[in-house]
């Protein structure tokens, strides 16, 4: 839970091109990794501005 949460402070504020620039230069098994925090970042974390 509390590596979650700083990964997601950290994706916070990455911008795309430092999103991309991690996915080319990660190994194929941290590539997955990176893209399910992301994927979990979106869903539950990021401020959308929804009530």
């Known amino acids: 839970l509390h590596f979650s949460n700083c990964v997601n402070a950290l994706l916070d504020i990455c911008d795309g091109h430092a999103l991309s620039f ?15 925090f992301h994927t979990n ?3 539950f974390y990021r401020f959308t501005g929804k009530v």
Request: no cysteine; net charge positive.
């Open 22 to 36: 991690l996915s080319r230069n990660l190994t194929p098994a941290s590539q997955h990794l990176l893209k399910s």
């Open 41 to 43: 970042y979106n869903k």
